[in-house]
């Protein structure tokens, strides 16, 4: 039994590696109203994939209607 060495996840098509991080989210100093309705606090982020073409929920419905009425019904679960 040899363990190899693990290459790392390829990125899927169409993929864009977008990078985590660090940043404070909340009460912004452009607050004209001085409203201060958000407490300021730190956020971290995870890197991530993102697809680089906007798909909308609509598109994602026409797809599944095409799959259920060209594929068998083990493929459309």
């Known amino acids: 039994f040899k363990v190899s060495k693990y290459k790392g996840q390829s990125a899927g098509p169409n993929l864009v590696f977008v990078e985590g991080g660090r940043f404070t989210m909340g009460a912004l100093e452009e607050d004209i109203l001085n409203a201060r309705d958000n407490r300021e606090r730190t956020v971290s982020i995870q890197s991530f994939y ?19 009425k060209d594929s068998s019904e083990e493929v459309y679960a």
Not at 55 to 67: F, G, V
């Open 50 to 68: 993102m697809d680089e073409t906007e798909i909308a929920n609509i598109h994602y419905l026409e797809y599944l209607n095409a799959i259920q």
